[in-house]
Structures are given as C-alpha cells and as structure tokens.
DNA sequence: GGGATCATGTAACGCGTTACATGATTCT
DNA sequence: AGAATCATGTAACGCGTTACATGATCCC
C-alpha cells in the first residue's frame, strides 16, 4: 500500500501544465498523472493509468485528496486534484517510517543471468535498444533539469532552490539511465564478441 | 508471468554451495534458492521464499524443473532442483521475445521527492542508512567478482571464461550500488545544509 | 480519412504480500 | 538459554495487469 504515496508526492509537483501558479500545491488531472508516471516519477515508481484512476478515486473518497471538476467544451470534462492536509499529514508519517529495500525487475537482466544458455543474438538486439532508449531519456533529463534549475547552477540552485526533490530524484534517474546505456553497450560488445568466437571454431 | 524465468536463470547457475560440480546445470533446494534471491538475483528480480516454493512446484508440475529428494539426517530433508531441457527451451524462448520496460519501486525515492512538504529529519537519516547498506553490498559484489573471475582479469574473463552471464549482471548490481551510495550521501548532506539554512532564519 | 491526443473508467484474473505454522540443530 | 540457521509450506487478501469500453477533437 505505498502507490498512494507516490501519487501524493507527484501531486505535490505542480501545476499540471496548465500555467498558473496553484499555489504550492499542484493540480493534476488522472491522464496527466498518468504522463508524470511515464516520465519523471518512472525513475521510482510505475503504475498503469487504470491504476491511477482507481487510486485518485481511493484517496479522494479518504480525504487525502480533493478533486474539483473542470467543464471544457472542445475537450471532454475532467478532474483535477490536489493533496489535502490531511493528504500531507500521510505523507509526513510515511517519510517517517522506515522503508522497504527498494526493487527492481528487470526481464533482460534475467536474459543476460542466462546468456551462457541460450541464443544471444535477440538478446543483443534488446541490450542495443535499450540503450538507445537510455540515450533518449538522459536527454529528456537534461532538459528537465535545466528547466528546473532555472539560470543558477547546480549548487547553487540545491542550496537555495525552493524546490528540490523533483530535482533530487531526476538526478537519480539520470545517472541510472546512464549507467543503463554504459552497461549495455558494454554487455552487447562483449556478447558479440564471444558470439563471433563461437562461430570462428 | 515472468518469475518462473528469474527462477529458471538463477538455477542455472550452478552449485547450491555442497561442492561437487553437478555438470554444467546447477541444483538448489528452495531455501538456497531464496538466499540467492536475496544476493545477488536481488539485482534483478526480488521475491519472497514463499513465492520461490510456490513457483518451484508450479515448474516441476509443468516439467521445467526437476526435483530430487535428498535425505538428511542432522539436517530437516530437502529437495533438489534443476532445469530440464523443456525449461532450457522455455528460457530460450523468453530470451528471444521482447521484453517489458524494466521496473523500480522506491519507498525513499518517493520521500526524496516529497522532500520540500515533509519534515527532512528522518528522511536524511534512511538515506545515511542506505548509503552504508550500499556500502556493504560494493564489498560483497566486489569478492563475488573476484571469485567468478579467478587468476584473469576481467577483460581476459569476459572474453574467454566459460560463464559470463552471472557476472555480467553483477557488474550491473556494483554499479547501481555505487551510485546509489554516491547520490545517498549527496542527497543527504543537501538536505541537512537546507536544514541547518532553515533553522538559522 | 486515419492516427494521435485528451479523458475516464469497468471487470476478471492472477500474482505478490502478509500472516501463520512447524520443528530440529547449531552457534553464542 | 536464546538466537540464528536449515527447511518447507498453507491461507487470505489485496494489489497489479490485461483486456475491454467510449467518444470527441486535433494534426497530417
């Protein structure tokens, strides 16, 4: 039961992208939660958008978050929701308690365990768009970053930004995209090297 | 559906650990194989023991696997695993299809992200504790390695030792270790300066 | 005209987590 | 004497995934 506490802290973000200030707290409706959960909040959590709706739902019906309906007349309607105090006051006692050891899955990380088992060729394959896909989100980041911190520096900005944890946590998803894009190319190289000293004898 | 082909690539490995090299394809009972599960598969794949004995009985039902029992007598009796052909062509086949977009879940990663709504204290606290966690497995990994690559260096291993994927995917656990470390401690004294920044006014 | 984007869900099923259950031996 | 290790599960519940459902605008 910690989905909700991801919800909560991206909703705490900001505005949805809608321009105008909220106020501190941001506005989101469930289809552009679902987008930060593509995007910024994947570096540390994952949910389908079902999942997002079913849990807005959830929190709203407990006070957590309060919604407020939107009339559009060249889109179709929405709801968009902010974190109540109480919502805050959840978030408060989580970061309190201890947490669980974070986890991964990873399908081609298992691929690469038996690789001395079966075909590499598709397995090759994967670790090369993988790494591109590393490559294309190190870029995003870079972006995202930059935007964040404005005209100061990093340091600068980490010492005396007014918000740091969507800053904080990108980084972290930058140097793992890095690593991710290192590693793989690493692991291809060397796979295919063997793959062509298998085929020599 | 994708924990019976963690399962089967951690078999693989080999030994459980009795010594006695059993040819290539390697035995564990449920309970080695929940301790590899908690060492060095945790850089890929996270399950609990209950799953594993659970999934194992699945895979023998189903012909992937196959277990021996073996008598003890100072020692409760256990039953030994290895992977069938049939189950080599399973992991074969996974190897081929595509896979899911790796995933992550972090309890702290999401009370970095909240980190300007909440009070930090406790925050800094688990993140001291995660870089020393980090720390430990850097060292662990560090003569896992070691062990795997024997007398040659690692450039000579990857390309000539006979079973590179398990080392493979520990380089990926070393690293990730490694920055998890380095941006834990810089997360924390980021947040301890804005602490004591605070305090002062 | 076709595909992407905006927008929100329902329903079924199965996997994963939490709690419980047992019991002998070895180490401190 | 108490804690840790070895060893294997069962049962209940809830979360997560897959598949399905709808429908209007915007862009190429």
Redesign the interface.
């Given at each position: 039961m910690?989905l909700r506490?991801?919800v909560?802290?991206?909703l705490?973000?900001g505005d949805g992208g809608d321009g105008g200030d909220s106020g501190g707290r941001g506005e989101y409706s469930g289809y552009q939660l679902a987008k930060a959960f593509d995007i910024g909040?994947?570096?540390?959590?994952?949910a389908l958008p079902q999942q997002l709706y079913a849990e807005l739902a959830k929190l709203e019906q407990e006070g957590l978050v309060a919604g407020r309906q939107v009339i559009q007349e060249t889109r179709p309607n929405k709801r968009l929701f902010r974190v109540t105090d109480a919502g805050?006051a959840e978030?408060?006692a989580?970061?309190?308690?201890?947490?669980?050891?974070?986890?991964?899955?990873?399908?081609?990380?298992?691929?690469?365990?038996?690789?001395?088992?079966?075909?590499?060729g598709?397995?090759i394959e994967?670790l090369e768009e993988?790494a591109s896909?590393a490559e294309a989100k190190i870029q995003l980041f870079g972006k995202v970053l930059g935007k964040m911190r404005g005209e100061l520096d990093e340091e600068e900005f980490?010492?005396r930004g007014?918000?740091?944890?969507?800053y904080?946590?990108c980084?972290?998803g930058l140097?793992?995209e890095q690593?991710n894009r290192?590693?793989s190319m690493?692991?291809a190289a060397?796979l295919r090297?063997?793959r062509a000293?298998h085929v020599e004898r």
């Open positions: 910690a506490h991801a909560l802290a991206a705490l973000v909040v994947a570096n540390f959590w994952h805050l978030l408060d989580f970061a309190a308690a201890s947490s669980k050891p974070s986890f991964i899955r990873d399908d081609l990380l298992v691929k690469v365990q038996a690789a001395d088992s079966v075909d590499t598709p397995v994967q993988r896909v980490l010492r007014e918000r740091v944890g969507p904080l946590t980084l972290r140097a793992l690593e290192e590693w690493r692991v060397v090297e063997r000293a």
